[in-house]
């Protein structure tokens, strides 16, 4: 399992993390992209809407990549009508196999993605 703490300035190693750690498990080169975008959103919203401090987590399973992201903020819920932006969490939902919020002691969001094609 890769870790990594990370900051708001620390979001390009975030998706650079994303991008490598998919690479090593296998990830189809041409689903890399999508897999950033969407760890992008997560660790974004992590540092700008939950905590000023997140962690990702990524490893394998079962083939599929699994990547978590958790901050230690209090969740709150958007995006609200007539707003713009607050779209993170369903752009990840739409590029991941399958995503998880779990809220408590944090926000965690999990996502799953296939891995060796």
């Known amino acids: 399992m890769r870790r990594l703490q990370f900051r708001l300035p620390d979001l390009p190693q975030v998706r650079e993390f994303a991008a490598s750690g ?14 950033v975008i969407a760890v992008n959103e997560v660790a974004t919203n ?4 939950g905590d000023d401090a997140a962690q990702v ?3 394998s399973d079962s083939g599929d ?24 969490l369903w752009v990840a939902r739409l590029l991941s196999s399958d995503l998880t919020l779990h809220i408590g002691g944090g926000s965690t969001v999990t996502m799953r993605f ?3 094609s």
């Open 22 to 35: 998919a690479r090593e498990l296998g990830m189809h080169h041409e689903a890399v992209d999508d897999f």
């Open 46 to 49: 992590a540092v700008t809407h």
């Open 57 to 59: 987590r990524l490893w």
């Open 65 to 88: 990549i699994v990547i978590e992201v958790h901050d230690d903020g209090t969740w709150k819920p958007g995006p609200l009508p007539g707003s713009v932006g607050g779209m993170g």
């Open 114 to 116: 296939p891995g060796k």
